[in-house]
């Protein structure tokens, strides 16, 4: 799919929550795609940070893929440029991931933004996404979007590490 965001000459940025897994995207990228992609994770220096940005931004800039931490990424940035938004791996709280995308939604976005959220059939995000679903409205009722993984119960964290096979 990335090959197809590049192809068609838009940009794309791609959240994960762990900057192990940032430098993997980037090699994978590198080799599949033959495009250099930028990364910004807490690590980076806030003069770099702004440097990635503006490069990102450029309507000339030859960067189409952003890889970006969650937590240095997701908030305090005005992404525009791109209008395709993957999340590589899930985070607890729907609203980190929903502020994350919201950094392409700013006046100047002209065109129709695209979010994905990866989910492995089986898999412990998917898991993260039946919680999140469940749990979104009762934890906007009662507690607020902000303070929704405080609101897992011991049966939640069960259900999330059982395996595949057992029933639920």
Request: glycine share 8%.
């Amino acid at each position: 799919m990335l090959d197809e965001v590049v192809a068609a000459g838009d940009r794309a940025l791609i959240f994960t929550q762990y900057r192990q897994m940032g430098h993997l995207l980037v090699a994978m990228i590198r080799r599949e795609l033959d495009v250099e992609p930028m990364f910004l994770h807490g690590g980076t220096p806030q003069a770099k940070r702004d440097q990635l940005v503006a490069r990102f931004q450029d309507p000339e800039g030859t960067a189409p893929i952003f890889v970006l931490s969650l937590k240095a990424g997701g908030v305090g940035l005005n992404l525009t440029a791109a209008n395709h938004v993957f999340h590589y791996d899930r985070w607890w709280n729907p609203a980190v991931e929903n502020q994350a995308i919201d950094r392409t939604h700013r006046i100047g976005q002209k065109n129709t933004v695209f979010a994905y959220r990866l989910i492995v059939q089986g898999s412990i995000e998917g898991k993260i996404r039946q919680l999140q679903s469940s749990k979104s409205a009762l934890a906007q009722d009662i507690l607020g979007e902000e303070r929704f993984s405080q609101s897992l119960t011991l049966d939640d964290f069960r259900f999330l590490f059982e395996s595949p096979e057992a029933p639920v």
